[in-house]
């Protein structure tokens, strides 16, 4: 009989399917503002830490072009002085060095291709291609405040479209702001209401056409913020709230970032392959054409 | 062979009128469907074959005039029908474990023989001593294996607990899941796809302990059956297997039963007449009992928390039988199961002033019952009718609160349920014109009601409020049409074909398949035959459940306007011979399955939101070679099998739509199973498995992603992904276990009683249950500590002895 205390759980070796190492890009770009900011990294081996501060990207080429006009990203080499490394003299850069950005002016136009091209030495270039899709229609936004039970404020958030779309669509939905409140509050994600939404980053979801109510024409989401008080209850709350169309592929796409990044460690949560839209990469490239919304209760 | 020592009774059967209208339908189907055979003034000899002993029908018995040389078996039902010309017959009837006869007589009328067979000994009753019933190179039907139960109550298992699923893993073409997992994949099919037939019921959750025990106990069953492919037209709505129990009918004779105590569980049986040769019962409970055992040590530890409370885990079936003969031709049974699994937590602080509460319970259990009539109608047709009920059902709650002065203050709660239930009816015929046709036919209407999932949210307090996400029910009917014939073309060439129809009615959908069956037997040698089958199959309904995990949240679902049916075919080629004492057999498979149904990548167990969101449909192939050597007789018999075999899935939107292995796709499985009888009294069984590891999802490398607005924070260094390249892209170590056990039978005054020792895993083999991305402590020069990533295997079970003492009287 065995009775080692590792028997049942014991660390082993084995051969894991490595990869050569390939890039990965986080480029999620904005027509509403001049400053278009992107992230490069590359795959490391699962066992070994990622050190993040040494690695220089300044040899990191990426391009973006329509076809007719090209712009050339910039290496934002940030030195992040707090971080020291094992000998005091050397200073560590932080994980924004993996910034890329770009504050010219750039034509995106609605159904137009945009191509994004990121090169590196010793790697394979990694290249994406997506569409700048329409904005979305919205007639008007309406908050309601439910109420406040333990430090939790509950509110009903309805969108109204000006016509229910005949396709299924995605809309990423994000509160940019709050007014009203002392503290910055957090919603939660488990939203019953709008069922099967999940949170793809802090304070934005992902709804789609199905919850829409034909009758109102609108989506409706019950928005739950902690840790506030009743003065902060008694305020008015005023929100920012930023809309914008993702297509299929990149709701597909956050979906399971956030379900990776949700199941870490779950064994019930059956294995997640990430998709991507880059060729020779990985990571996603889209660019959002999102408009933002005052909304007062 | 003895003359003597059998039970016989004899009447002229005397056809009435009103079945007329039956008989000519029957013709006219024999006519199209048999080659004619012109024979001379022919008679028919028929009844059912028992066990002399207990009264219970024999399965398969062989019948065979020696005469003219030509035979066939008994039915499920222990019916059996042959025609011979005029004359002079010598009958031999046979069954495997008893002791065969021989009847020699004029056959000048239609005559009933209802035969009954004494066992071959007392003690010993897996010895043949006979000669078996019809050899393996002689039936048409091929993938079908029988194991008789007293050999599967001999082989050792985890905890001593008997198993008919675990020995059935141990047959080629058969793979278990997980380590101690009860659940069956059969020729790279999933659980779902095997029709679990208990007395002709379907059993929708057929595992207790989460999956590591079967919910039949074998104490009550009588017969096992498990068919891989060629699966005849009298089954259908699954893919890939049947395997039919059933429990046994009760002993006509004489009060006889059993008790037995094991390290989980403890069984009781009792069998008898309630009128001598007319009436029988059966009825048989288990339940485990750790819960009770370990409860006044549960309860001091939460009194040591200054709490009151109990927790726990049990399970418990029963299993009851009456059988009833009306007449000479009718009988009526009544079977009934019932099982529970329960897991439960509820404690509460000892003060009452300021009391938190948690009460937490799960449970999940199946009933079904059937009430059946079997009717002799001539002596070529038999009937088979049958009522049948089944429901599986789970059930949690978890509530967590505070009780202010016996008022509740705060908490909440959540309640969540789904399951399945069926009531069908079915009518089957077995028509036996003569001794080359064996037909069958028959309908059946089953209606399903699913319960997918339905969640109670609620929150107590002051502003508490109450919340139900609820999946609709969903009510469908299924419908069954079949009709197959055995027969026989020439001496060395059977043929078995048929036609299986079915539809279903769910929602405003329609679906419907017509599904063509054939097998086909030819006789290369008097002890080879060749076997080649075609399968065609539909499934209606699906289990949705997470690859590995056998969980009771597994939820059965039906086709609907957007989940189509599942299908398949599968083809099969084999040779079958028999060597003395030995049966070989070998065979080779292709299966070709669409439309399976899996969870989406990343879904979790307890989502809400329209389930039909969360699945994907694709196909799945399947392919192998397997070889069984089989002895059945002897003081040394069991059985060596090996498979190989290759299983793969292709869905649209899993692994970018690439093909990727089966969870449970082995290349190689062996299984070495014997049962060595020391003495009359000592018997040493032995079982030695070995399978390729099972397929799991790893990855070598990892990479950041920004959040969707690429806004840096601390956070974001979290967010760092794995690089899977494919789903099942990692073999986890080879699977390997030596189980060994003796028993000591003794017999006493009042009964024989058995003990039984022996080890699970005897030498301790680590095998693994699953592999994950862990960390482990790292200590650098100058102290510091930090947790390095590695990779960790858990294993379940090392060497785990039992005992069990068991009493028969």
């Known amino acids: ?297 | 062979m003895k003359k003597s020592d059998f039970y016989i009774e004899k009447s002229l059967f005397s056809p009435a009128n009103t079945y007329s209208f039956m008989k000519h339908i029957l013709i006219f189907y024999t006519l199209i469907l048999s080659v004619s055979h012109l024979y001379g003034q022919r008679y028919t000899i028929s009844g059912n074959i028992s066990d002399a002993s207990s009264g219970e029908m024999l399965i398969s018995a062989n019948i065979y005039d020696l005469v003219s040389q030509e035979g066939g078996s008994s039915n499920e039902y222990g019916f059996y029908s042959v025609t011979f010309p005029t004359g002079e017959v010598e009958m031999h009837y046979s069954y495997i474990g008893y002791e065969s006869i021989v009847l020699t007589f004029n056959l000048l009328k239609d005559t009933t023989l209802n035969i009954a067979l004494k066992p071959s000994t007392v003690l010993e009753e897996v010895v043949i001593t006979g000669e078996a019933k019809e050899k393996v190179e002689n039936r048409t039907q091929m993938s079908t294996i029988e194991i008789p139960i007293k050999q599967i109550k001999k082989i050792p298992t985890l905890l001593g607990e008997t198993d008919v699923f675990k020995a059935i893993q141990l047959l080629p073409g058969v793979q278990s899941g997980g380590e101690g997992q009860s659940g069956l994949y059969i020729r790279g099919g999933s659980p779902d796809q095997n029709l679990v037939l208990l007395d002709g019921v379907p059993v929708y959750n057929a595992a207790h302990l989460f999956g590591f025990f079967s919910v039949f106990n074998t104490d009550a069953i009588r017969d096992v059956r498990l068919i891989k492919g060629g699966i005849p037209a009298r089954y259908g709505g699954r893919l890939s297997s049947v395997l039919d129990i059933s429990m046994k009918e009760g002993n006509i004779k004489e009060l006889k039963g059993s008790a037995s105590v094991g390290l989980i569980s403890s069984k009781v049986t009792l069998e008898g007449p309630i009128l001598k040769d007319r009436t029988s019962f059966m009825v048989s409970a288990r339940r485990t009992y750790l819960d009770l055992l370990a409860r006044p040590i549960i309860k001091q530890s939460y009194k040591n928390n200054d709490k009151t409370g109990v927790a726990g885990y049990y399970f418990y079936d029963f299993n009851g039988k009456i059988n009833h003969k009306l007449t000479d031709n009718d009988r009526i049974y009544f079977s009934i199961y019932s099982g529970r699994d329960a897991l439960y937590q509820n404690s509460k602080d000892i003060d009452t002033e300021n009391q938190y509460f948690e009460d937490n319970n799960l449970n999940w259990g199946n009933i079904t019952s059937s009430l059946r009539w079997n009717r002799l109608w001539t002596p070529k047709l038999f009937s088979n009718s049958i009522l049948t009920f089944s429901r599986f059902k789970l059930g949690t709650d978890f509530t967590y609160g505070q009780r202010v002065n016996d008022t509740l203050a705060s908490g909440y709660g959540l309640d969540y349920g789904s399951g399945i239930r069926d009531f069908s009816a079915k009518i089957a015929f077995d028509y036996i014109p003569n001794t080359s046709n064996s037909i069958k036919f028959g309908f059946q209407i089953i209606r399903h009601h699913f319960t997918p999932g339905t969640f109670d949210l609620s929150v107590y307090g002051k502003d508490g409020y109450e919340k139900e996400i609820t999946q609709a029910d969903i009510d469908a009917n299924e419908y069954a049409l079949y009709m197959e014939n055995d027969m026989k073309i020439s001496d060395n060439i059977k043929l078995n074909y048929g036609l299986h129809g079915s539809g279903f009615q769910v929602n405003n959908e329609f679906y419907s398949s017509l599904q063509p069956r054939v097998g086909l037997r030819c006789k290369a040698s008097k002890s080879l035959s060749l076997k080649a089958s075609y399968t065609r199959m539909r499934q209606y309904i699906n289990l949705l459940s997470f690859e590995g995990v056998g969980l009771p949240t597994d939820l059965w679902l039906p086709a609907t306007d957007r989940v189509l049916p599942q299908d398949s075919w599968q083809m099969a080629l084999g040779a079958a011979r028999t060597f003395e004492e030995f049966e070989l057999s070998a065979e080779a498979y292709y299966k070709d399955m669409t439309n399976l149904l899996s969870y989406n990548e990343g879904s979790g167990v307890f989502e809400t939101g329209d389930w039909q969101d969360r699945v994907s449909q694709g196909d799945g192939k399947s392919y192998g070679f397997e070889l069984l050597l089989q002895r059945k007789q002897g003081r040394l018999n069991g059985w060596i099998g090996y498979t190989w075999s290759k299983s793969d899935r292709t869905f649209e939107n899993i692994n970018r739509g690439r093909t990727y292995p089966f969870k449970y796709d082995r290349r190689h499985d062996i299984s070495i199973v014997a049962n060595y009888e020391l003495r009359p009294n000592i018997d040493i069984s032995g079982a030695w498995v070995y399978g390729t590891g099972n397929a799991v999802t790893l990855s070598g490398e990892k990479y950041r992603v920004a959040g969707s607005d690429l806004v840096f924070s601390d956070n974001d260094y979290n967010r760092v992904v794995q690089n899977i390249q494919s789903k099942n892209n990692f073999r986890m170590r080879d699977y390997h276990r030596l189980d060994l056990g003796i028993s000591f039978k003794k017999e006493k005054k009042r009964g024989v009683r058995t003990w039984s020792v022996g080890f699970y895993n005897l030498y301790a083999r680590a095998n693994p249950l699953y592999i994950f991305l862990g960390d482990k402590e790292v200590k650098s020069e100058d102290g510091i500590v930090r947790y390095q990533p590695t990779l960790k295997q858990v294993t379940l079970f090392p060497c785990v002895p039992y005992v069990t003492y068991k009493f028969d009287f």
């Open chain 1, 1 to 297: 009989m065995t009775s080692c205390s590792d028997y049942f759980e014991k660390e082993i070796n084995a051969d894991l399917p490595n990869e050569k190492s390939q890039l990965a890009v986080s480029a999620i770009l904005r027509t509403d503002t001049i400053l278009k900011r992107l992230f490069v990294n590359r795959t490391v081996d699962i066992l070994k830490d990622i050190d993040y501060g040494v690695e220089d990207y300044s040899n990191t080429e990426v391009t973006l072009s329509d076809g007719t006009n090209t712009i050339a990203f910039d290496y934002d080499q940030i030195v992040d002085t707090i971080r020291f490394g094992p000998e005091p003299d050397q200073i560590r850069l932080s994980g924004r060095s993996f910034n890329f950005s770009n504050d010219d002016y750039f034509p995106f136009e609605v159904g137009k291709k945009y191509t994004l091209k990121v090169q590196r030495d010793g790697y394979e270039t990694a290249i994406a291609e997506t569409e700048v899709l329409p904005s979305v229609a919205i007639e008007s936004f309406s908050l309601i405040k439910i109420g406040l039970n333990e430090n939790v404020a509950t509110y009903d958030l309805r969108m109204r479209f000006k016509e229910v779309p005949t396709e299924k669509k995605y809309y990423k939905v994000r509160f940019v702001e709050l007014e009203g409140f002392y503290r910055y509050p957090y919603f939660y994600d488990n939203d019953y209401t709008v069922s099967n939404t999940p949170s793809i980053d802090d304070n934005a979801i992902l709804v789609s056409t199905d919850l829409i109510d034909e009758d109102t024409k609108s989506i409706n989401m019950t928005l739950r913020a902690n840790e506030i008080t009743d003065e902060d209850f008694d305020n008015t709350l005023q929100t920012k709230i930023y809309v914008a169309e993702v297509s299929k592929e990149r709701a597909d796409y956050e979906k399971k970032v956030h379900n990776i990044l949700e199941s870490t460690d779950n064994p019930f949560i059956s294995p997640l392959i990430l998709p991507t839209n880059f060729i020779g990469g990985l990571g996603y490239f889209s660019i959002e054409n999102g408009q933002v919304y005052w909304v007062s209760e």
